[in-house]
């Protein structure tokens, strides 16, 4: 990525970059597992249908909250290991929004099913959205992509 984006900044007319920062997303299983494509239950993919994605969050997705209810809104929870937090502060583009979430959910206002729900809402629309585009490209399309004269552009 540091190398395209080099190459990119060039014809962009914009100074190159010199470090490129990136943070990877966690796994549904916390920060300390890996995603894989041999275990569907490690990510959300964008083939998932919706039922699958709520399904997925709410069974395996990490939780930073406490044991039971009763600690949990004594003590809050912790959006720092909190996978579906991180999965809304990823993808949520109203960050004030998840600002309160987090600061809520710390609080021990907001249990962890109730930010699941807020999760899987806003994951499930971007995952919509990708494939009712993807739906939408034809065998003409892309060919057209592919085409050596708009690779060579």
Known sequence: YFRMARDIAT??????????FSKFFPALQG????????????????TDKMEEIKSKIN?????????TVE???LKGGNTDI??????????????????????????????SGELKKEAISVIQKIVKNHQDARSKVTNEILRGFMSIKTILK
């Open 11 to 20: 014809k962009l007319k914009i100074p190159k970059p010199v470090c490129v």
């Open 31 to 46: 920060f300390n597992t890996k995603m894989s494509s041999s275990d569907s239950t490690s990510a959300i993919f964008l």
């Open 59 to 67: 069974k395996y997705a990490f939780s930073g909250g406490q044991a």
């Open 71 to 73: 600690e949990h809104r």
């Open 82 to 111: 909190d996978v579906a937090y991180n999965y809304l502060y990823y993808f949520d583009e109203d960050e004030e929004k998840v600002l309160k979430i987090g600061e809520k959910y710390r609080k021990g206002e907001m249990l």
